[in-house]
């Protein structure tokens, strides 16, 4: 699915992982399920530290979560991340792997200082800009 150019890019990046990654699919019948698959199959391919599992219970279908190996997933992506989307997924690949995030030290300050319980959850559309 991925050319090579793209994986030859993606290996780079997931060579930064400093612990294993699973990507945790959701799917079903539908050919646009077969395209995940074949997407998360490319990426578990580029690194030993990236396994696939095709056993995820999202109600959302086609979907898939990054996580550590047999933990909840962390981030979760409701259908094929591509286009301007790909990025954020390698961020999440990373992220959930250990590469630190590019944030100032004055801002990790911050959200350490937070008190309280939190779950994000962030909705993109490339088509509304409302």
Do not use: W
Request: glycine share 6%.
């Amino acid at each position: 699915m991925l050319d090579t150019t793209i994986k030859t890019q993606l290996t780079a990046y997931l060579e930064k992982l400093q612990q294993p990654i699973e990507l945790v699919a959701s799917l079903d019948d539908s050919p646009k399920s077969q395209e995940m698959h074949a997407l998360l199959q490319d990426i578990a391919s580029l690194s030993a530290k990236v396994t696939l599992r095709s056993d995820g219970q999202d109600a959302r279908r086609p979907s898939f979560a990054v996580a550590h190996p047999g933990e909840a997933g962390r981030i979760a992506f409701a259908g094929i991340p591509m286009g301007h989307e790909f990025t954020s997924l390698v961020l999440a690949l990373l992220q959930t792997g250990g590469h630190p995030p590019k944030v100032d030290a004055e801002t990790i300050e911050q959200i350490r200082g937070l008190q309280g319980s939190y779950q994000f959850e962030v909705f993109v559309s490339l088509s509304c800009h409302n």
